[in-house]
């Protein structure tokens, strides 16, 4: 879906009102304002599972602030703050890279050199020529024990190099699925790259 494509209206569908309702029933009436991320998300996920696209369009924003009760500022505000709203349509597979220090030092520029090489995307917040990727530079990913990290959508892919990046990224592009989210290289949960060196059974062998 092209950058420039606009939303003229937008509703919640049933599926995103029961979501929308248990999200607005969690905090006390006159403070409806506090859901306002938890909507942006449903109105997101509402436009990928109808479309194929997940991103917010400004008609989302105003339904949300009718909604709410509040002027559609205080919804844009949020929509454009977060790294994880898209405010324009992405590609179907949302490559967000982490380039903080932690990943930095374990080679988040080759991580994003391979990504640019396997998808044809020459910089960070463009969609590549096919729709299929769109490349993006966000801030800690909060997995540092594992970088490099790139997250997929929703998922979290670490223990990440170049190489790694371009067999993932060139499976998708053939129509594959993504592969289980996690470390790359069979790492457990966050222990050592060497296996549990602590806490270990009595025979001393890692399980």
Request: with cysteine; proline share 5%; glycine share 8%.
């Amino acid at each position: 879906m092209s950058a420039q494509v606009e939303v003229q209206t937008f509703s919640f569908d049933s599926i995103s009102q029961e979501a929308v309702a248990k999200a607005v029933a969690l905090y006390p009436p006159g403070k409806q304002m506090s859901a306002v991320k938890a909507l942006l998300d449903i109105a997101q996920r509402q436009m990928a599972r109808l479309t194929g696209v997940a991103w917010v369009p400004q008609a989302a924003m105003d339904a949300i602030a009718r909604h709410l009760g509040v002027a559609p500022i205080r919804v844009y505000e949020n929509a454009t703050f977060y790294t994880m709203f898209n405010t324009k349509p992405v590609g179907k597979y949302h490559l967000q890279v982490c380039t903080t220090t932690p990943c930095w030092l374990r080679g988040s520029d080759d991580i994003v050199n391979a990504c640019r090489s396997a998808t044809g995307i020459a910089s960070f917040g463009q969609t590549s020529e096919d729709g299929l990727f769109t490349l993006t530079e966000v801030e800690c990913l909060g997995a540092c024990v594992n970088a490099p990290i790139l997250q997929i959508n929703d998922d979290y892919y670490e223990d990440l190099d170049a190489v790694r990046i371009e067999k993932l990224l060139d499976g998708l592009k053939t129509g594959g699925a993504l592969p289980p989210a996690g470390s790359t290289i069979g790492r457990q949960t966050s222990a050592p790259i060497a296996n549990q060196t602590t806490l270990l059974p009595a025979n001393g062998q890692a399980e």
